[in-house]
């Protein structure tokens, strides 16, 4: 059974709208992330977690919120999507023991805005 | 500053022999450690193996096997008797193990495996 679990899997919004993406986890793990992939810039993180209710800057967050109300669950927040931000974005979970790190994914949600 | 560099976009072998992809990577610190990932055409990423810079030995899970060259700064995967099915895109990505965010994993673009029968 999936440990990272996405909502939905394919969303299609229109620019301007809000946009929330949903994860959960059920690895126990404490650290939580969100990735944005495109063609030609590979997996590029947006925002991570590592405690509930405390969220931190990754490399690309200009236009995204996160929001993590509990240790399983991390949210991905568009206020105003917008046509570049069409990508199909990755939720990963880790913890911070032995696996160093290790990511483990989602199934991806796939994102169009029109 | 941190970079991973995957220069081989793509690649095909024929089935049952063994292929090499490339990863140099860029840091800082004395601590690291280097994964390998492969994302199936079904979009899925999974983990794959790991290498931890302190470690002489060269990791190896199942066929998949890692070639690391410390002094190169170089994490190469080697995937021996290859099979249709590990047709993917495969990432090379890197943690910071002391200074710098060592909360997150930097990813190379990837490379496109094709395995032909």
């Known amino acids: 059974e999936a440990a990272v679990t996405q909502s939905p899997r394919s969303k299609v919004a229109v620019t301007g709208g809000k946009v929330t993406l949903s994860c959960h986890q059920t690895n126990n793990h404490d650290y939580m992330y969100w990735y944005r992939q495109d063609t030609g810039h590979g997996l590029r993180l947006i925002h991570y977690s590592y405690v509930a209710d405390s969220t931190e800057k990754g490399d690309i967050p200009d236009g995204y919120k996160a929001s993590r109300p509990s240790q399983e669950n991390f949210s991905l927040i568009l206020e105003l999507a917008s046509l570049s931000q069409t990508a199909v974005y990755f939720c990963?979970?880790?913890?911070?023991?032995?696996?160093?790190?290790?990511?483990?994914f989602g199934a991806g949600t796939r994102l169009s805005v029109l | 500053a941190q970079k991973v560099t995957q220069t081989q976009t793509s690649i095909s072998v024929m089935e049952k022999t063994t292929v090499t992809m490339d990863c140099v990577y860029e840091t800082q610190d004395s601590s690291y450690f280097l994964f390998w990932y492969k994302q199936t055409a079904s979009g899925e990423i999974v983990f794959l193996i790991r290498?931890?810079?302190?470690?002489?030995e060269n990791a190896t899970v199942g066929h998949y096997s890692l070639n690391f060259q410390k002094p190169k700064s170089s994490i190469g995967l080697i995937i021996t008797a290859t099979q249709i099915e590990d047709s993917a895109v495969y990432f090379c990505a890197m943690r910071e193990g002391i200074t710098g965010n060592t909360r997150k994993l930097i990813f190379g673009l990837g490379t496109t495996l094709q395995v032909q029968p």
């Open positions: 290498q931890d810079s302190y470690k002489k």
């Open positions: 990963a979970s880790s913890d911070w023991g032995a696996s160093q790190n290790t990511l483990y």
